[in-house]
């Protein structure tokens, strides 16, 4: 029975080699890369599907067009008429992470977005990109994003410097936050699960009186599969968001 | 007034309205007959069930993804895969040296 | 050895004060939700959509402080 639960919560999020070439870098096979594939190979298989859902509904098509439907709502309302070029990275982004976060809610998986290295780098070169849309597009009159319209002269130093550093703070907090929530998400599911597991485990009478905390621990799994869409949605919001700015400038 | 000579001629001239060949037979009869022939040549009966495809995964789409047969069974087996590997995996890894 | 421990604990705890401020902030965001779907029942629809965000966001920021307790615990 020991065997059931894990030393440290910690330990879940480890990164486990199945092949290694040189070191962790270089063409090694781990856990990530295995989720990766599966998470890459649904993807591509419902991007089939949706191609053959033409006129032919079935419930596949209609689940694959209702996520469809949500991110154009969210593009078309955020970024206009204009934004539906972006549509394609957006819907690819908020697929990629819901699959990610829901492949890791499935018991003794493997939390892909979790791991804060891949997650903020993703989000960091998505910053990059929108930066440097914004530049092609505006050329020196991007810098313009920084000074908030009516800003009385003496601030305008201050304020450039304020709103340069919330910028540039985009690029880190877009994927700290998925990977913080999934992170920290995670560790209570283990920890209040073990903890049960632990309680339940002790004596007839704490087998008995674990059922009401039981509940509680199911309404967290419950809340954990509600953060894991949301948390996908609102990455692809926020970063709507943010290419709106370097595309509209305010 | 080559117009007005036209018309007159054209009323002057009786319709046809019968005629010997068409007293004798319904004029639909022949069309009918092809009809039902047609129909007569088309397969009756329920629609034979489509080949099973042997590639296995074309399979498994045809089980669970076309037409009236999709489900939400496929996750459940994703599920149940992840778990199994998962498993195996956290054993193989950690779960045989704690104990 | 035990104080750097105790040090650990404490400062795990402590980074979890920060919880309450994202527990304040969710609840500004219901607490808004219902005054506006009070004074005009009409704009649910609308509105709840974006309460979510904002629950979520705030949400997020307090589950910065939750991950900070955790790694002070488990990976320090």
């Not at chain 1, 440290?8 to 092949?19: G, I, R, V």
Request: hydrophobic content about 55%.
């Amino acid at each position: 029975m020991k065997k059931m639960f894990m030393h440290s919560p910690l330990e879940q999020f480890e990164m486990k080699m199945l092949l290694m070439m040189n070191d962790m870098l270089a063409l090694s096979m781990t856990n990530y890369v295995v989720y990766l594939g599966m998470v890459s190979f649904m993807m591509y298989n419902m991007m089939t599907l949706l191609n053959k859902t033409n006129l032919e509904w079935n419930r596949w098509g209609l689940a694959m067009l209702a996520m469809y439907d949500t991110m154009l709502n969210m593009v078309k309302s955020q970024m206009g008429n204009k934004g539906g070029y972006y549509f394609p990275l957006m819907f690819t982004l908020f697929t990629f992470m819901l699959m990610a976060n829901l492949v890791s809610m499935m018991p003794y998986s493997f939390a892909m977005s979790a791991q804060l290295v891949p997650v903020v780098s993703l989000s960091l070169s998505l910053w990059l990109g929108v930066t440097m849309l914004g530049l092609a597009k505006h050329k020196l009159v991007y810098f313009s994003l920084f000074v908030p319209n009516g800003t009385p002269l003496p601030l305008v130093p201050v304020l450039v410097l304020m709103e340069t550093l919330s910028n540039s703070s985009r690029a880190m907090s877009l994927g700290l936050r998925l990977s913080a929530n999934v992170l920290s998400g995670h560790l209570l599911m283990l920890m209040l699960g073990s903890l049960m597991f632990n309680l339940m485990n002790s004596s007839m009478f704490g087998m008995f009186f674990g059922m009401m905390p039981m509940l509680g621990v199911v309404a967290m799994v419950m809340l954990e599969f509600a953060m894991s869409m949301m948390q996908a949605y609102v990455f692809c919001m926020l970063f709507s968001g943010y290419m709106k700015d370097s595309m509209y400038l305010h | 007034m080559s117009f007005i000579a036209r018309r007159q001629l054209s009323t002057l001239i009786p319709p046809k309205i019968a005629s010997v060949k068409n007293i004798g037979e319904n004029p639909n009869a022949k069309r009918m007959g092809e009809l039902v022939s047609f129909y007569k040549k088309l397969p009756t009966g329920p629609a034979p069930a489509a080949k099973k495809p042997i590639n296995p995964f074309l399979r498994y789409k045809a089980a669970y993804f076309d037409g009236n047969n999709a489900s939400g069974k496929p996750l459940v087996h994703f599920a149940a895969f992840i778990l199994i590997l998962g498993y195996t995996w956290e054993y193989q890894t950690h779960l045989k040296h704690h104990h | 050895m035990q104080l750097t421990l105790a040090a650990k604990y404490m400062g795990a705890s402590m980074a979890t004060l920060g919880l309450g401020g994202a527990a304040m902030g969710m609840a500004m965001v219901f607490v808004a939700l219902m005054n506006g779907t009070s004074r005009n029942p009409s704009l649910r629809a609308t509105l709840f959509p974006q309460a979510m965000l904002g629950f979520a966001l705030a949400e997020a920021c307090g589950l910065f402080c939750l991950m900070m307790s955790f790694l002070l615990l488990y990976a320090v």
